[in-house]
């Protein structure tokens, strides 16, 4: 049985007025605790939440001189130079661009000798900062969340983790050929994102609408790791059109706020 009550949800027009969404509440976040402690996300979906984050700190409406970051995964055999490594990313799309201290941005070490002892390390550091008060999650078409893949176990914590081949497949955009695309990759536990305070899950397009109506109507089933999500008192779900098409009585829940 699902726990959708539990579950808020705003449905956007577009991805852009759900990238303005969820970087207004971010923002509204930074602005309440200067010293937020956030946990965030690469791949295709939070690119416009975080070009909007920078348009705000360029205005000077936003300021992250005290906030920590801590990303949800990184490659595993990848270092923090390579342009391919969620590092990478990270500075590209945002910390370089805003007053973030960098001592104060974590992302797991692709190059760890010891993922274990790494996933252990930054289980840590999470707990010496502060715990995360906003956690950002995508999803994967699969259900998946950071890298916790179908099976992925409800306490499971920072480790090592192997790739669905439509993992691998998904993220082969991002590389020259899918043979250059990481097989294993290190990332924060279910277990773990379930501790942050609150969680914004932003999904857009079609091909999530399946995993996002399963994760939020579906019974809390290893299956579908966002649907752990439902144990967690504090999420929101911000999609688009597309993305929330297959919810049902989308109608009485439509919230649209953009
Ligand atoms: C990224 C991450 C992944 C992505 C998910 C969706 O740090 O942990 O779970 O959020 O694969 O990726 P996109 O946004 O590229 O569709």
Do not use: W
């Amino acid at each position: 049985m699902s726990n959708r009550a539990n579950t808020n949800i705003v449905v956007c027009d577009d991805f852009d007025a759900a990238s303005r969404h969820v970087a207004s509440r971010i923002a509204n976040a930074i602005a309440t605790t200067p010293k937020i402690v956030l946990g965030l996300a690469t791949g295709s979906t939070p690119v416009g939440t975080y070009r909007e984050l920078v348009h705000l700190h360029h205005e000077g409406k936003l300021s992250f001189a005290n906030v920590t970051t801590f990303n949800l995964d990184e490659y595993i055999g990848l270092g923090p130079e390579h342009p391919q490594s969620f590092r990478s990313f990270m500075q590209q799309q945002l910390f370089d661009h805003v007053n973030v201290d960098a001592r104060r941005t974590h992302v797991p070490n692709g190059l760890a000798d010891n993922p274990a002892t790494e996933g252990k390390i930054y289980e840590d550091s999470i707990v010496a900062a502060g715990g995360i008060d906003l956690q950002l999650l995508g999803i994967g078409s699969n259900g998946h969340i950071a890298f916790n893949e179908p099976g992925s176990p409800r306490d499971s914590r920072t480790r090592a983790v192997d790739l669905t081949p439509s993992t691998v497949e998904a993220n082969s955009r991002f590389f020259d050929s899918i043979d250059d695309v990481p097989k294993l990759a290190i990332t924060m536990g279910i277990g773990t994102i379930m501790e942050a305070k609150q969680i914004i899950l932003m999904a857009c397009g079609q091909g999530k609408a399946e995993a996002v109506a399963r994760s939020i109507e579906g019974s809390v089933d290893e299956s579908i790791p966002a649907s752990h999500l439902q144990l967690h008192g504090d999420v929101t779900y911000v999609l688009d059109i597309q993305a929330a098409s297959k919810l049902s009585a989308i109608d009485t829940i439509v919230n649209r706020d953009v």
